[in-house]
T-cell receptor, first 112, second 114 residues
Framework: RKEVEQDPGPFNVPEGATVAFNCTYSNSASQSFFWYRQDCRKEPKLLMSVYSSGNEDGRFTAQLNRASQYISLLIRDSKLSDSATYLC?????????????FGSGTQLTVLP | EPEVTQTPSHQVTQMGQEVILRCVPISNHLYFYWYRQILGQKVEFLVSFYNNEISEKSEIFDDQFSVERPDGSNFTLKIRSTKLEDSAMYFCASIFGQGDTEAFFGQGTRLTVV
């Protein structure tokens, strides 16, 4: 089983749509969770951290279910500029032993 | 805004040659990482580095790979004898401290082995 698993997509949605991405992770000892965004041939950039209580940043909402080892990202009112690959990232370990493990990414294209 | 810088942006090398990829992490960061991404594939962990030594390394990081922080600012990845399958984008990242804080990635070095 992959350590971090995501639906690869692609997701093609019209502007203004709501889109949801899901992610599962296999290591129950995982410490922390993130969504990163990666534009074509660019470096990953942090979109948001994911907390057990759920968290929201503008149009973006992230949720974590530790019992199910499941993470989600919801994008509301999608914009053309949201087109990118969204990476589910899990931190295994802590301190000097931390290791970010990436999912394969879900590709999103927002269409005009 | 402080950033992680990597040089060169693109390196072409012949199979069997040694390459050194350079990174300057954010100055007050303590934890450093190398990741690679083969074209069209996921970002893969190579190695983490803290307090001037390797903390963790993946199966990919075999004896052909080494890392160094020679002067307190640069953080280098050396591939001793490159293979065709080493062709990838190599990302350096740094994190400030032990808390679950953001990892900042450099813009990457695209390595092409011919």
């Amino acid at each position: 089983r992959k350590e971090v698993e995501q639906d690869p997509g692609p997701f093609n949605v019209p502007e203004g749509a709501t889109v949801a991405f899901n992610c599962t992770y296999s290591n129950s000892a995982s410490q922390s969770f993130f969504w990163y965004r990666q534009d074509c041939r660019k470096e990953p950039k942090l979109l948001m951290s994911v907390y057990s209580s759920g968290n929201e940043d503008g149009r973006f909402t992230a949720q974590l279910n530790r019992a199910s080892q499941y993470i989600s990202l919801l994008i509301r009112d999608s914009k053309l500029s949201d087109s990118a690959t969204y990476l589910c990232v899990v931190n295994i370990g802590s301190g000097s032993a931390r290791q970010l493990t990436f999912g394969s990414g879900t590709q999103l294209t927002v269409l005009p | 805004e402080p950033e992680v810088t990597q040089t060169p942006s693109h390196q072409v090398t012949q199979m069997g040659q040694e390459v050194i990829l350079r990174c300057v992490p954010i100055s007050n960061h303590l934890y450093f990482y190398w990741y690679r991404q083969i074209l069209g594939q996921k970002v893969e962990f190579l190695v983490s580095f803290y307090n001037n030594e390797i903390s963790e390394k993946s199966e990919i990081f075999d004896d052909q790979f080494s890392v160094e922080r020679p002067d307190g600012s640069n953080f280098t990845l050396k591939i001793r004898s490159t293979k065709l399958e080493d062709s990838a984008m190599y990302f350096c990242a740094s994190i400030f401290g032990q808390g679950d804080t953001e990892a900042f990635f450099g813009q990457g070095t695209r390595l092409t082995v011919v």
